[in-house]
């Protein structure tokens, strides 16, 4: 009975440690937001824990609606500039968080497979020339060509 003493002393320090640990992630962790996505590893810190991070997950919530925005600004300059519409149309915008905003055209390539090619996407790379001077190429793929727009 004196070897079991401490061990249940251990023990009480031990739960009341979990109790602590608990509790402070019940403070900081958003614990219903991350119940309502079974199978996410995503981890919400809860509103008010950090003005910074509330400011963060401010500009992310809205981020979709300030790109669609930035697109159409994009779209109506080209227009302005005299690209013709059926181009206009068929740039799709893309915003890559490394990598920033891009605009991306269909590949002619990708039509006949020539886009796998080297040769011929290095031709068609110095030869394309994109709907505006400052969109800079960048990369090809899933049938598209990608430029980097301002």
């Known amino acids: 009975s004196a070897v079991r003493a401490p061990l249940a002393g251990d023990l009480r320090g031990l739960v009341a440690d979990v109790t602590t640990a608990e509790d402070m992630l019940q ?32 500009q992310y919530e809205t981020i ?4 669609a925005e930035v697109a159409d600004m994009e779209s109506r300059r080209l227009g302005r500039a005299g690209v013709p519409d059926a181009i206009v149309a068929a740039v799709a915008f893309h915003y890559f968080p490394q990598l920033g905003f891009h605009a991306s055209l269909p590949n ?7 886009d796998e090619d080297p040769r011929a996407m290095e ?13 800079n190429y960048q990369f090809a793929g899933g049938g598209r060509l990608f430029y980097k727009c301002p």
Not at 64 to 67: G, I, P, R, V
Request: net charge negative; glycine share 8%.
């Open 64 to 67: 979709d609606e300030y790109l």
């Open 27 to 58: 403070h900081f962790v958003d614990l219903d937001a991350a119940a309502g996505q079974p199978g996410s590893s995503e981890v919400r810190i809860r509103s008010g824990v950090d003005d910074r991070l509330d400011a963060l997950r401010e």
């Open 108 to 114: 002619p390539l990708a039509e006949t497979g020539a």
């Open 123 to 135: 031709e068609l790379k110095r030869g394309a020339n994109a709907p505006s001077p400052d969109w």
